[in-house]
T-cell receptor, first 112, second 115 residues
Framework: AQTVTQSQPEMSVQEAETVTLSCTYDTSESDYYLFWYKQPPSRQMILVIRQEAYKQQNATENRFSVNFQKAAKSFSLKISDSQLGDAAMYFCALGSQGNLIFGKGTKLSVKP | GAVVSQHPSRVICKSGTSVKIECRSLDFQATTMFWYRQFPKQSLMLMATSNEGSKATYEQGVEKDKFLINHASLTLSTLTVTSAHPEDSSFYIC???????????FGQGTRLTVV
């Protein structure tokens, strides 16, 4: 069975600072993808960043980057220069063939 | 990016009635779509996989007769909550991958309230 674990139910960061959200996963698949999704109060799921498991290089998207440790099955998200608009629920997800297994989420608050 | 449209965004129905939720891929063909359920302050739980032209695959614990899924075309999947009860009140979200190598694109979600 595939599992995704987010051990931080809530996190808080000061505006303009950096925060790291943790995620670990377990899978027996060799071909898989990892994602971080953001869910603001509107509840629309928004893709933040995506990492192919076969790629060693960590994905980056502007202020968002990941630390992908395949052997440790760890996939953390770093948000730099945090903005008020970053406040949301963040879900780590493991996927193959489009089907996603989600972690329980981390609620991120950004303090002005 | 790809667009998935889900309707309605909100629906209130009386207990015992049925409600249909539509999920459309607007600019791509989706042979597979996924239906999730999200309770307040919780994560998304996969309910079923909708396959175009064949029967849906349901996750363990999901009642097939209560949550009817139809995927009649390459751009439309529907979820019908039959004989709805208050405990069926939840947020339902559909998603569709463009292909197996991309992320799934999500609909806007449907807030179902059964009174």
């Amino acid at each position: 069975a595939q599992t995704v674990t987010q051990s931080q139910p809530e996190m808080s960061v000061q505006e303009a600072e950096t925060v790291t959200l943790s995620c670990t996963y377990d899978t027996s698949e060799s071909d898989y993808y990892l994602f971080w999704y953001k869910q603001p109060p509107s509840r629309q799921m928004i893709l933040v960043i995506r990492q192919e498991a076969y790629k060693q290089q960590n994905a980056t998207e502007n202020r968002f980057s990941v630390n992908f440790q395949k052997a440790a099955k760890s996939f953390s998200l770093k948000i730099s220069d945090s903005q008020l608009g970053d406040a949301a629920m963040y879900f780590c997800a493991l996927g193959s063939q489009g089907n996603l297994i989600f972690g329980k989420g981390t609620k991120l608050s950004v303090k002005p | 990016g790809a667009v998935v449209s889900q309707h309605p965004s909100r629906v209130i129905c009386k207990s015992g009635t049925s409600v249909k939720i539509e999920c459309r891929s607007l600019d791509f063909q989706a042979t597979t779509m996924f239906w999730y359920r999200q309770f307040p302050k919780q994560s998304l739980m996969l309910m079923a996989t909708s396959n175009e032209g064949s029967k849906a695959t349901y996750e363990q614990g999901v009642e097939k007769d209560k949550f009817l899924i139809n995927h009649a075309s390459l751009t439309l999947s529907t979820l019908t909550v039959t004989s709805a009860h208050p405990e069926d009140s939840s947020f339902y979200i559909c998603s569709a991958p463009v292909d197996r190598y991309t992320e799934a694109f999500f609909g806007q979600g449907t807030r179902l309230t059964v009174v």
